[in-house]
């Protein structure tokens, strides 16, 4: 099944404890983004990659870090967590750079305390 | 600085009855304006999207209006069902900036049996 798999589904962490949300697609595709989704702002773009080992920021990049290293994969970073990084994360990728669709994950709800 | 204004923030419909969500984008670089569907637990979906070449798309009971001069565009669904409840957002992207999709706020739709 094509699918875009985010792990974990769900994370409670304290303030300056490093963690990894990882993300990873079964579809060969090239883009690849995170998101993260607060009440009354919408989704808002973090990282994205147009492609293996290129990585460029979004909208909201401060406190996060993302790599790429493999074309299924694109983990997304929190070196020292704070409490206003709570909020729901989405990955999502499509086909290509300029690809219209975009498949997104089931997301990541994440505390930081 | 929200680049898509989208409103209402909820709206509950009857059964039957029309929903309209409208959204209002600033940056006229924007040439690719699609829709999301999103329910509780899981990861947006694409719902339909527009060039703004055309006024007007159309996929069974969802279309969407497009107004170039006045930078808005709109969802309506026609005989709303109790399954089509869900947070709706509307985006905008420049295809050729690499699929960054900027979002609107997202409407919660409730249509009641």
């Known amino acids: 099944e094509a699918q875009v798999t985010q792990n974990p589904r769900y994370l409670i962490t304290v303030t300056g404890k490093k963690l990894t949300v990882t993300c990873s697609q079964n579809m060969n595709h090239e883009y690849m983004s995170w998101y993260r989704q607060d009440p009354g702002l919408g989704l808002r773009q973090i990282y994205y990659?147009?492609?293996?080992?290129?990585?460029d920021k979004g909208d909201v990049p401060e406190g996060y870090k993302v790599s790429r290293k493999e074309k299924r994969n694109f983990p997304l970073i929190l070196e020292s967590p704070s409490p206003n990084q709570t909020s729901l994360y989405f990955c999502?990728?499509?086909?290509?750079?300029?690809?219209?669709?975009?498949?997104f994950g089931p997301g990541t709800r994440l505390l930081v305390l | 600085q929200q680049q898509v204004k989208q409103s209402p923030q909820s709206l509950i419909v009857q059964k039957g009855g029309i929903s309209i969500i409208n959204c209002a984008y600033e940056n006229t670089a924007f040439d690719y304006f699609p829709w999301y569907q999103q329910f509780p637990g899981k990861g947006p979906a694409l719902l339909i999207a527009i060039r703004p070449d055309v006024s007007e798309k159309k996929e069974g009971r969802f279309t969407i209006s497009f107004n170039k001069s006045a930078k808005q565009f709109s969802l309506h669904i026609m005989d709303s069902q109790p399954g089509d409840s869900a947070t709706y957002f509307c985006?905008?992207?420049?295809?050729?900036?690499?699929?960054?999709?900027?979002f609107g706020e997202g409407t919660q739709l409730t249509v009641n049996p």
């Open positions: 999502a990728s499509s086909f290509s750079w300029n690809g219209e669709t975009q498949y």
């Open positions: 985006a905008a992207s420049i295809r050729t900036s690499g699929s960054r999709l900027t």
């Open positions: 990659s147009m492609n293996v080992e290129v990585t």
